[in-house]
């Protein structure tokens, strides 16, 4: 059974900084790809950042140059680093990864149950 555990999210006021961390644990043979999404009440969930292979990463328009993900492969862990955060970047935040376990014949979607980020003016 495969789990994606975000946390460090919370209440934080405009201009601070925030770190999420997303840790995949289970019968993992290889993690092949993830992200990070958000959904804002009333809105659509949108990607944030995601890793697009042979280390590049891309970003959203609205966090890039503000958000930076980074991932450990050593511990399955990946992280959100979220500074400069405003008042729009108030949503609940999920890791997504893409991952063959040993459980399954071919890589699954996984989502983490989210973490709150809350940004006030």
């Known amino acids: 059974q495969v789990q994606l555990v975000e946390s460090g999210g919370g209440l934080v006021q405009a201009g601070g900084s925030l770190r999420l961390s997303c840790a995949a644990s289970?019968?993992?043979?290889?993690?092949?790809?993830m992200a990070w999404y958000r959904q804002a009440p009333g809105k659509q969930r949108e990607l944030v950042a995601e890793?697009?292979?042979?280390?590049?990463?891309s970003y959203a328009d609205s966090v890039k140059g503000r958000f930076t993900i980074s991932r450990d492969n050593a511990v399955n862990t990946q992280y959100l680093q979220m500074n400069s955060l405003k008042p729009e970047d108030t949503a609940v935040y999920y890791c997504?990864?893409?991952?063959?376990?040993?459980?399954?014949?071919?890589?699954?979607?996984?989502w983490g149950q989210g973490t709150q980020v809350t940004v006030s003016s």
């Open positions: 890793f697009i292979g042979a280390g590049r990463t």
């Open positions: 997504n990864a893409l991952i063959l376990s040993s459980s399954n014949w071919r890589p699954l979607n996984y």
């Open positions: 289970g019968s993992i043979l290889s993690i092949n790809s």
